[in-house]
Nanobody, 124 residues
Framework: QAQLEESGGDLVQPGGSLRLSCKAP????????MGWFRQAPGKEREFVAG????????LYQDSVKGRFAISRDNVENVVYLEMNGLQREDTAVYYC?????????????????WGQGTQVTVSS
């Protein structure tokens, strides 16, 4: 059984919006810092956003501040990434991940569980 399962990726025009979901059949998300990462072809995986277990702390990559919003529903065991004002540079495979430590970290090496990713393509 997959630990984390992303969905919601799609082809969208520049300026459009998407909401990604991360369901966690194998992980109790309330125990973990949850993060979203992305990886474009030929590039390293990069941090996009992270949220603390109680949602009182969030962190964003500078390029997505004001456009993306991370949230979580610990009752439903789901994490979301709301993406607005999408740009071609946002095209990538988006992954959610769970980190069992206490601070939101941007280095993917700290994250224990990963999903398989969902493709987001921004193109006209």
């Amino acid at each position: 059984q997959a630990q984390l399962e992303e969905s919601g990726g799609d082809l969208v025009q520049p300026g459009g919006s998407l909401r990604l979901s991360c369901k966690a059949p194998g992980v109790t998300v309330s125990w973990y810092i949850m993060g979203w990462f992305r990886q474009a072809p030929g590039k390293e995986r990069e941090f996009v956003a992270g949220i603390s277990p109680s949602s009182d702390d969030v962190l964003y990559q500078d390029s997505v501040k004001g456009r993306f919003a991370i949230s979580r529903d610990n009752v439903e065991n789901v994490v979301y990434l709301e993406m607005n004002g999408l740009q071609r540079e946002d095209t990538a495979v988006y992954y959610c991940a769970a980190d069992q430590h206490y601070l939101i970290r941007t280095d993917p090496k700290w994250y224990k569980y990963w999903g398989q990713g969902t493709q987001v393509t921004v193109s006209s």
